[in-house]
């Protein structure tokens, strides 16, 4: 009988190696797919920042798109306002003509993002306006815009232009 056990045994030892051998296979696919889970979620991930990154981009653009041609009207403003500070006396459809044309294309431009950057009587703001020089403040408080030699402008918040000021002199 002994003879017969061993080949029993011999086919249960076969069996059990076997068995371990599929775990070990079966482990191995399990960590495998958990792998390419994980690479699939990252890359998911990676797109999906991508795509917001791409949408940034192109909403920039978007905003951004008409600084070059509302950079080149601002001298076109700059003598509108001149004018109309040299017509300031005069009335007559000459000065009416200007004044609507100076408004209408100022709404264009608003409408396209541009501000105007006017800060006669406000604090001096360096992060939009350019002092050239400063002056006694008078009734003035210290540090305030007394003048606007030109103004300023600003695209959707951004600075197109600082207002070139006199600043009233600090004490």
């Known amino acids: 009988m ?3 056990e ?3 045994h011999a086919h249960e030892s076969a069996e059990a ?13 399990h960590s495998e797919i958990e792998q390419l889970r994980m690479d699939s979620l990252r890359e998911r991930a990676d797109l999906e920042n991508q795509r917001k990154r791409v949408a940034r981009d192109v909403e920039q653009a978007r905003k951004f798109a008409n600084e ?15 004018g109309l500070a040299a017509a300031v006396e005069q009335s007559g459809p000459l ?11 100022l709404k264009v431009a608003a409408d396209n993002g541009l501000a105007v950057v ?5 604090p001096f703001n360096p992060d939009h306006h350019q002092a ?21 402008y600003l695209l959707n ?13 600090q004490d």
């Open 68 to 82: 070059r041609l509302l950079g080149e009207l601002l001298p076109v403003f700059d003598s509108l306002d001149a």
């Open 2 to 4: 002994t003879q017969n």
């Open 118 to 122: 006017d800060p006669a009587g406000q």
């Open 132 to 152: 050239i020089s400063q002056a006694d403040p008078g009734q003035a408080a210290p540090g305030t815009v007394l003048q606007v030699f030109q103004k300023g």
């Open 6 to 8: 061993t080949p029993s």
């Open 17 to 29: 190696s076997l068995e371990a051998q599929l775990r070990d296979e079966i482990a191995a696919l």
């Open 95 to 105: 000065k009416e003509g200007m004044e609507l044309t100076y408004r209408q294309l």
């Open 157 to 169: 918040e951004r600075l197109l232009r600082p207002a070139l000021v006199v600043v009233a002199r």
